[in-house]
């Protein structure tokens, strides 16, 4: 079976690109930056330069595709008129060429931004979704148009709504070396977290078992931001949390956020980035999970972040083998 990984040079598309791999498909990665590719090459996977912006480009990496697994888009908080070329013309772009060229599958990493904040209870497949951010709301309108699609096209679409993903590669685990994380909202409140290999198991068996549907998925813990980085600390001590009122960092996000727009590329530091780290998302456990008759490996964070730091240290912060080298 061949599968198309767009988005297999980021965080999580590479851990679905090398379990893939591993598990006996041929993978073939959409690669937008030639450069970023060569991260790719310690795997079986072949490459096709593409973007989700050129339609030529999709038909060319969907041909012989027989799943698709899309997890490529500019995954920040930004404003919904940056967000939506390429979350909602991209995608709908790459559904319609993945089943011109005959695959049957689809799988669409969604984000449990489309719930916005959860006053109770936790979140299920049966969650209504009320976004607070435009992130939320885009991902929402992207599911809306590929679920139209996949209908009339007859593609089995599996929409899997993600919560915080962590691991050794991801941007929080990259800066532990800085020794701080600046910290606005509600750290106490239950949130929704999952290991990157993981989350990468739970797409494989999606596009593997041809599951359709939506539904988020998380850990069994739903541990809070407090519990997340004690349990950091408890393993890497070096590590501090500045915590900020969402009021003061609303302010600095806003007045900063007009000149970072400035800059080429995502931006990180938004109000809207802000306002996502003050809410409350619990996944009740074991949703997405008994469909595909599986368990997390990494069932909270406590198993979790000392695998991830583990990773860490072996992929970042290896002692160079030159002796000079203190």
């Known amino acids: 079976m061949r ?33 970023r590719g060569a991260l790719l090459d310690p795997f ?18 969907c041909t012989g595709v027989d799943v698709v697994v899309h997890l490529a888009a500019r995954a920040t908080f930004e404003s919904a008129a940056v967000l939506r070329p390429t979350m909602v013309g991209g995608s709908v772009a790459l559904l319609d060429a993945a089943a011109a060229a005959g695959a049957r599958a689809f799988v669409y990493g969604s984000s449990l931004m489309v719930y916005g904040d959860v006053a109770a ?19 929402i309108e992207a599911e809306r148009h590929l679920r139209a699609l996949a209908g009339q096209r007859g593609v089995a679409l599996g929409v899997v709504r993600l919560p915080h993903v962590y691991g050794a590669r991801d941007l929080m685990f990259g800066r532990l070396r800085g020794r701080l994380t600046v910290l606005p909202g509600l750290a106490a409140d239950a949130y929704a977290h999952l290991h990157v290999r993981d989350a990468a198991r739970v797409l494989l ?21 407090d519990t997340f980085f004690a349990t950091l600390r408890r393993y890497y001590p070096h590590h ?31 109000r809207d980035t802000v306002r996502s780290s003050d809410v409350r998302q619990p996944v009740r456990p074991g949703t997405l999970w008994s469909d595909l008759g599986l368990a997390p490996r990494y069932p909270t964070v406590e198993q979790g972040i000392p695998a991830a730091l583990d990773e860490l240290v072996a992929y970042r912060w290896r002692h160079s083998v030159d002796d000079r080298v203190s």
């Open 121 to 139: 209870g936790e979140i299920d497949a049966g969650t209504p979704v009320a976004p607070h951010v435009d992130y939320g709301r885009v991902k």
């Open 44 to 61: 079986d996977v072949e490459q096709a330069v593409g973007d989700l912006s050129a339609p030529d480009s999709l038909q060319r990496a």
């Open 205 to 225: 068996a999606v596009a593997e078992q041809g599951w359709t549907g939506t539904a988020p998925v998380g850990d069994d813990e739903n541990a809070s931001w």
């Open 240 to 270: 501090r949390v500045l915590r900020v009122p969402v009021a003061l960092a609303g302010i600095g996000a806003g007045l900063l956020e007009p000149f970072l727009a400035l800059r080429r590329g995502p931006q990180l530091v938004t």
């Open 3 to 35: 599968a198309l990984v767009t988005g297999a040079t980021g965080f999580i598309g590479y851990e679905v690109a090398r379990l893939l791999a591993e598990t006996g498909f041929e993978v073939r990665a959409l690669v937008r930056r030639l450069n």
